[in-house]
Antibody, heavy 119, light 107 residues
């Protein structure tokens, strides 16, 4: 089971962007699907997209397509989520690994990164 | 997209109670369903996958079952650490989707 450590909290203004990171510790990071999940304050979980670092294979939720960019640098076992921000984007963003194939559950989660968007 | 409808959205119970949470899928997803527990201020944690398989090291008081497109999470005897929010999630097709969550509170 991978151990994931995310970057720290960020504060941005509407119209700005932010890139948050998720570093994996463990074997086979490049061969592990890494997902991003959003949680707005007091709300539920929303799947945003997923990447396989070894092939840079990226899939996006239609709800987030065009609004976020997911990337990875397998040489440093790190995945990234780049967001262009609006006020409603204040949320905690989690990364998580899939257990094996693309059609599998999330078996390990990062601690979350709080992004606050405020003018 | 596959919709998952969880019920109830909130539930009050006491330590030692037996509780059941239901998740209904909008179409057939086979056994491609997982349950997660999220304690306040924490990341979600996997409880069960493939509809009913308990995660290694998971409490034996948790179980799950499936019937058609209805999935059920049961906690046989609530412990203080079980008061949290629970989510179901399907991984049958992309986009993956979650239920809206069930908040379990102490009565």
């Amino acid at each position: 089971e991978a151990h994931l450590v995310q970057s720290g909290a960020e504060v941005r203004k509407p119209g700005e962007s932010v890139k948050i990171s998720c570093k994996g510790f463990g074997d086979s990071f490049a061969a592990s699907w890494i997902a991003w999940v959003r949680q707005k304050p007091g709300k539920g979980l929303e799947w945003m997209g997923i990447i396989l670092p070894g092939r840079s294979d990226v899939r996006y939720s239609p709800s987030f397509q065009g609004q976020v960019t997911i990337s990875a640098d397998k040489s440093i076992s790190t995945a990234y989520l780049h967001l262009g921000l609006k006020a409603p984007d204040t949320a905690i963003y989690y990364c998580a690994t899939l257990f094996g194939t693309l059609w599998s559950h999330f078996d390990s989660w990062g601690q979350g990164t709080l992004v606050t968007v405020s003018s | 997209d596959i919709q998952l409808t969880q019920s109830p959205s909130s539930l009050s119970a006491s330590v030692g109670d037996r509780v059941t949470i239901t998740c209904r899928a909008s179409q057939d997803i086979g056994s491609s369903l997982a349950w997660y527990q999220q304690s306040a201020g924490k990341a979600p944690k996997l409880l069960l996958s493939t509809a009913s398989t308990l995660e290694s090291g998971g409490p034996s008081t948790f179980s799950a079952s499936a019937s058609g497109t209805d999935y059920t999470l049961t906690i046989s005897s609530l412990q203080p650490e079980d008061f949290a929010t629970y989510y179901c999630q399907q991984y049958y097709s992309i986009p993956y989707t979650f239920g809206q969550g069930t908040k379990l509170e102490i009565k």
